[in-house]
T-cell receptor, first 112, second 120 residues
Framework: DAGVIQSPRHEVTEMGQEVTLRCKPISGHDYLFWYRQTMMRGLELLIYFNNNVPIDDSGMPEDRFSAKMPNASFSTLKIQPSEPRDSAVYFC??????????FGDGTRLSIL | AQTVTQSQPEMSVQEAETVTLSCTYDTSESNYYLFWYKQPPSRQMILVIRQEAYKQQNATENRFSVNFQKAAKSFSLKISDSQLGDTAMYFCAFMKLAMYSGGGADGLTFGKGTHLIIQP
């Protein structure tokens, strides 16, 4: 079975540019999570969806960040405009009711 | 809000030894899950073991076992017969059951991690 698929695996861009991270959850999972990992703050929950509906976005740092889940098999996390402090590894994870979360391989984002 | 504390930033043991990683948490919730995730240098997040708070029996998965002390809010991970492939960051994580999503899932709250090094 395919796991959670994230793209791109690495992204390097200049400050001020729009960045879009993509995630395909495991088929049949109805929860989707976005996390960010940095050395300073560790792993933090940004937002999560249940049945494509955003449930908790309290971890989204600023209005520059937005996330969507237009259907059960796709989600995006967008940063516009990007800043150097947004550099981090961004993970997407999915799960079904009562089951552990399965993580994608992450996107390493570098903002120059 | 929940907090998870891992007090050992780094540990190093010899291959085949047993090692215990510590984790404490703070919550006012009564229904929740606890997890240990492993992150090798490849940066994958791999589930090692999970424990439901309502279960008194400690979870085990092959060489991995936990010591869950609910009253003390402690959740340590024991790795027996450690192997070189166990070298990784280990994260303790807490998840409450969210009422607004039918009690099925909520986001994970992670500790800062313990870097475990297995020496040959």
């Amino acid at each position: 079975d395919a796991g959670v698929i994230q793209s791109p695996r690495h992204e390097v861009t200049e400050m001020g540019q729009e960045v879009t991270l993509r995630c395909k959850p495991i088929s049949g999972h109805d929860y989707l999570f976005w996390y960010r990992q940095t050395m300073m703050r560790g792993l933090e929950l940004l937002i999560y969806f249940n049945n494509n509906v955003p449930i908790d976005d309290s971890g989204m740092p600023e209005d520059r960040f937005s996330a969507k889940m237009p259907n059960a098999s796709f989600s995006t996390l967008k940063i516009q405009p990007s800043e150097p402090r947004d550099s981090a590894v961004y993970f997407c994870a999915s799960s079904s009711f009562g089951q552990p979360q399965h993580f994608g391989d992450g996107t390493r984002l570098s903002i120059l | 809000a929940q907090t998870v504390t891992q007090s050992q930033p780094e540990m190093s043991v010899q291959e085949a030894e047993t090692v215990t990683l510590s984790c404490t948490y703070d919550t006012s919730e009564s229904n929740y899950y606890l997890f240990w995730y492993k992150q090798p240098p490849s940066r994958q997040m791999i589930l090692v073991i999970r424990q439901e708070a309502y279960k008194q029996q400690n979870a085990t998965e092959n060489r991995f076992s936990v010591n869950f002390q609910k009253a003390a809010k402690s959740f340590s991970l024991k790795i027996s017969d450690s192997q070189l492939g166990d070298t990784a960051m280990y994260f303790c994580a807490f998840m409450k059951l969210a009422m607004y999503s039918g009690g099925g899932a909520d986001g994970l709250t992670f500790g800062k991690g313990t870097h475990l090094i297995i020496q040959p």
